[in-house]
């Protein structure tokens, strides 16, 4: 009893990880341009077909094709912010998350144009048989998942708060005209954000879908890891490991003990009663920044 009490938890665990690297595409890109991203499923989407166009259409090596997909995406990433946002800096955040919801419509119906609407096996790139040590199975590519979002978080985590380029991408999310005053280029700076962006989609996609069907339904990945994002804080990228953890325990366990007593699917419902929690409660979230204004 206790094994399988464990075992969920550590399966939601890991889940509740791959969220938090999904949700990494919110918090990247709005850490650097103050743009909150609502197509990172959509950006998902096109990271894996780019990933099943080189590697299973084109019968590219894995890592040629990896390589190809993630290129394709900094490109993309960069054309997102040449033709959109370059034209609202300075703009309210509203506009731009309008600008977002209009992107998610277009790179959706750009999917369904190109690809079309049918299923397709995405290549094992991850191995799918389990890891078992002792009486615990672990699913390699949620393994795979959670290391991922360990080393991004933290790697992440330095970049913005060492680095030169980060602090000044941290500028520009406070006040495009103040860092602009300040003689930094916002316009380089939100490019790389939707650059890496690109990167992130890629990487998500890969441990989502390693052996998996896709489809364009897969970017619901997107909105279920909107929930970690929130209740970490928008700010936060090593918070995004403990919200993770949370979100994902949780939902195992309801998945394990209470949906069979219920005949029903509550765990679905989990993340989404978490972020109505975060937005009631504490809209900033457990670790994003709190700010002072004079009204």
């Given amino acids: 009893m206790i094994i399988e009490l464990l075992n969920y938890a550590l399966n939601g ?3 509740g990880l791959l969220y938090a690297l999904v949700a990494m595409g919110f918090v990247v890109i709005y850490r650097a341009s103050k743009v909150f991203n609502m197509a990172v499923g959509e950006m998902l989407v096109l990271g894996a077909f780019l990933v099943w166009w080189a590697i299973v259409s084109r019968g590219m090596h894995p890592a040629v094709g990896l390589a190809a997909a993630l290129a394709i995406s900094v490109l993309v990433g960069l054309a997102i912010e040449r033709l959109l946002f370059r034209r609202l800096i300075g703009e309210s955040v509203f506009s731009m998350i309008m600008v977002t919801i209009g992107l998610l419509i277009l790179m959706r119906g750009l999917v369904l144009v190109i690809w079309g609407p049918q299923e397709r096996a995405f290549p094992a790139l991850i191995p799918l048989q389990p890891l078992i040590v002792g009486d615990m199975i ?16 933290f790697g992440l985590h330095w970049f913005f708060n060492r680095s030169r380029a980060g602090l000044a991408m941290s500028a520009v999310a406070e006040d495009h005209q103040i860092a602009l005053s ?3 280029s916002v316009r380089r ?8 962006g690109g990167v992130m989609s890629v990487v998500a996609s890969v ?24 209740l970490a804080g928008l700010e936060s990228l090593r918070g995004l490991l403990l919200a993770g953890l949370i979100v994902g ?15 029903g699917n509550a765990a679905s419902v989990v993340p989404y009663i978490f972020m109505l ?13 709190r700010r002072i204004e004079r009204v």
């Fill in 277 to 289: 929690g975060v937005l009631i409660v504490r809209p900033t979230g457990m670790f994003g920044w």
């Fill in 138 to 153: 672990v699913p390699r590519p949620l393994l795979a998942a959670g290391v991922l979002a360990v080393v991004f978080a």
């Fill in 249 to 263: 325990i949780v939902q195992g366990l309801t998945a394990a003990y209470v949906d069979p007593l219920i005949g």
């Fill in 182 to 184: 300040m003689g930094i």
């Fill in 13 to 15: 665990a890991l889940l």
């Fill in 207 to 230: 441990v989502y879908l390693s052996g998996k069907s896709l489809t364009f339904l897969s970017s619901e990945v997107g909105f279920a890891s909107l929930p970690v994002a929130l």
């Fill in 189 to 196: 700076s939100i490019a790389f954000a939707w650059a890496l």
